[in-house]
């Protein structure tokens, strides 16, 4: 009995003795008469004691089972935690990835990656509201469109490469040429617009034609030194009533007056588009 059930206390195990042909163990009492002289002895068989044995082996697996759930429960739990925190980190980085890629989206989409300038979508938002603020506040406006002279046969004769670094070359040229407050951007291929807010004809030629003589001045030393560079562009002035689409075909006139013309030149437009074009030639 004791290595059957050794969780009985050793004070109530001492009380009981085992019996031959029997499965369970037997209390043993004797009591002595006080006057006779004669005692009794009794054995009483425990008849509960298998049902209790099955009970204890219930519990303990009962606990077992309880213990072990509780082990699980407690796994189970802390994989989630871990497995929650990773998600959490990996959503969090994708965030930020996602976001750092919507900001490169959103410059790439803004500017042209190649030189710099603005894309032709974000600069015809601009000019768009650069006439609306010009007609607001009464103040002149001044509008450009350089083409680069014989940009084709760069490209045939030095490569793309070479083209590429052209381009570079004439977006560093103008934005060190304009004021901070000047716009430029990449209509399409070696085509540019320039925007000059409160600026007249006047002032807007000077710079326009500083911007050409610089370009020919200025060397790169990227580009052969047999890759002689110019430009054409045609400049005109913002007019009362105008709307973006009629003030950049005045400066396309203009510039197709300039290319015309014999290339490497600037040409002007008053805003009354039935005036000829003022015409800068190129200084020999």
Known sequence: MRDEAPWVPATVAGQLFGMNAQPMPALYQAHSGLNSGLSAHLIDPLAAWLELMRNHKRDYLLVFLTLAGTVALAWVITVSYVREQRHHRATRDLAEQLQSANTLLSAEARHDVLTGALSRRYFLD???????????????LCMAIADLDHFKQINDRFGHATGDRTLEHFGRTCRAELRNSDAIGRLGGEEFGLLLPATNLAGGREVVERLRMRLKAMLSPKLPASAALSVSIGITELSANDLPERIMSRADTALYAAKTGGRDRTEALPPDDTAPPVRTVATT
């Open 126 to 140: 601009l000019l768009r509201r650069e006439i609306d603020r010009a007609h607001a506040a009464n103040e002149p």
